[in-house]
């Protein structure tokens, strides 16, 4: 059985930093994409980043390109995300998801049916 635990999340003004950390067991993490995404109350979950599983490559939403950063250390089946210049509309619970797909890395990870396991969520919440 897959189990995402995230960590991470906080209260942060604006401006500030986090990193957010996924750990993941129960199949070989390296196999797979990773992705984060958020919901803010009221609204849909939506894709933040996913990182390839070698590591190589990545994806991010056009609302944190340059601001958030997605990396991932196979060696500790840990993903992480960087989050810098925090705004308060990046207030929201963040999830991480593993995919479904071993070995598979395309647009298709823009899509949370792409992901088959789940965290429970941290939240961020940044203040103005």
């Known amino acids: 059985q897959v189990q995402l635990v995230e960590s991470g999340g906080g209260l942060v003004q604006a401006g500030g930093s986090l990193r957010l950390s996924c750990a993941a067991s129960?199949?070989?993490?390296?196999?797979?994409?990773m992705g984060w995404f958020r919901q803010a109350p009221g609204k849909e979950r939506e894709f933040v980043a996913a990182m390839s599983p070698g590591g190589i490559r990545t994806y991010y939403a056009d609302s944190v390109k340059g601001r958030f950063t997605v990396s991932r250390d196979n060696a500790k089946n840990t993903v992480y995300l960087q989050m810098g210049s925090l705004k308060p509309e990046d207030t929201a619970v963040y999830y991480c998801a593993q995919a479904s797909v071993a070995g598979r890395f395309n647009s298709r990870n823009y899509d949370r049916n792409e992901y088959d396991y789940w965290g429970q969520g941290t939240q961020v919440t940044v203040s103005s």
């Open positions: 129960g199949r070989t993490f390296s196999n797979y994409a």
